[in-house]
C-alpha cells in the first residue's frame, strides 16, 4: 500500500469521506498555490465541512417531503400585492423559528399560499433546519392511524422533532371529533416548542365550520396565533394568472 492509500484509509477510518475522496485533487491545488502547512490543513477541514453541510441540506431536503420544487426566487410578486418581497424576506433570518413563533397565509385558493410556505421552508432547509411539509388532510389521516394503532403520542412527539412544520390547506374539509382531538394535540405539542407555517382559506372566524366546535377552535386557534406572523392574501388567482401567461 503506498502512503498516498494509507493516508486515504486513515481519513476513511477518521469518517473524513470527502477530504479522502477527493485528497490527490486538494494535493494537486495546494502544490500549485503554494500553500503553507496550515494552509493546507485549513482547506481539507474546509472541504470536509462544506461537503457534510451539502449532504445534510440534501438529506433534509429529502426529509422534508415537499410536494413540489417552489422557489421564492420564482414567485411573481406582481400578482400578489397583499404581501411585498421584502415582508418575505424579512422573515428569511429565520428569527420567527428560533423564537419559536409562527407564520400564517390565509387567502382564497391559488393566491400563491402553498408557493409561498414551500419556499420558505426550502431556505429554512438550506439554513440548516429541520422542516417537514404536510398538506391538511394526508396530516389528519396521518394522526387519526397513529390514534387507532395506540401511537398518537408517538406520533406527535416524532412531528415535534423537527423545527417547522408545514401544513397546508386546513379548512377545505370538516373534520371529525376524532380528528379535531388529534390536531389539538399535535397543535398544543409544538406550542412555544416549535414553528409552523399555516395556510388556510378561511379567516380565524370560520374556523368553527370545519372543527364543528368552537370549543375545539378557540383553543386551537389561541396557540396557533399567539406569537406568530399573520399574512392576509387576496387578490386574483395565481394559478390562473400565470397559467394564462404560458
Not at 406520533?155 to 386546513?170: C, H, N
Not at 383553543?219 to 397559467?243: A, C, T
Amino acid at each position: 500500500m503506498s502512503q498516498l492509500e494509507q493516508t486515504v484509509a486513515r481519513y476513511r477510518s477518521l469518517r473524513l469521506s470527502a477530504a479522502a475522496d477527493e485528497l490527490i485533487k486538494l494535493l494537486a491545488e495546494a502544490e500549485a498555490n503554494e500553500m503553507s502547512y496550515l494552509s493546507f490543513a485549513d482547506r481539507l477541514a474546509e472541504h470536509e465541512l462544506v461537503q457534510r453541510q451539502d449532504k445534510r441540506v440534501s438529506r433534509n431536503r429529502k426529509m422534508a417531503a415537499f410536494p413540489a420544487e417552489k422557489r421564492l426566487e420564482g414567485f411573481d410578486y406582481r400578482h400578489q400585492t397583499t404581501i411585498t418581497k421584502r415582508q418575505v424576506n424579512a422573515l428569511l433570518d429565520f428569527q420567527f423559528i428560533d423564537e419559536r413563533n409562527n407564520l400564517v397565509f390565509i387567502g382564497p385558493p391559488g393566491v400563491g399560499k402553498t408557493h409561498l410556505a414551500i419556499g420558505i421552508g426550502y431556505k429554512a432547509v438550506e439554513a440548516g433546519y429541520r422542516v417537514l411539509f404536510r398538506n391538511a388532510l394526508d396530516l389528519v389521516e396521518e394522526l387519526e392511524l397513529a390514534e387507532m394503532k395506540g401511537e398518537l403520542k408517538k406520533r406527535v412527539s416524532a412531528l415535534a422533532k423537527y423545527d417547522l412544520l408545514i401544513i397546508d390547506e386546513l379548512g377545505y374539509l370538516p373534520m371529525t371529533r376524532q380528528a379535531r382531538y388529534n390536531l389539538f394535540q399535535l397543535i398544543n405539542s409544538l406550542y412555544e416548542y416549535r414553528s409552523i407555517i399555516l395556510t388556510t382559506n378561511k379567516d380565524f372566524t370560520s374556523w368553527g365550520e370545519f372543527f364543528h366546535d368552537d370549543n375545539v377552535a378557540v383553543p386551537i386557534i389561541d396557540r396557533v396565533i399567539h406569537h406568530s406572523h399573520i399574512f392576509m392574501l387576496g387578490g386574483e388567482s395565481y394559478r390562473l394568472k400565470q397559467k394564462s401567461m404560458s
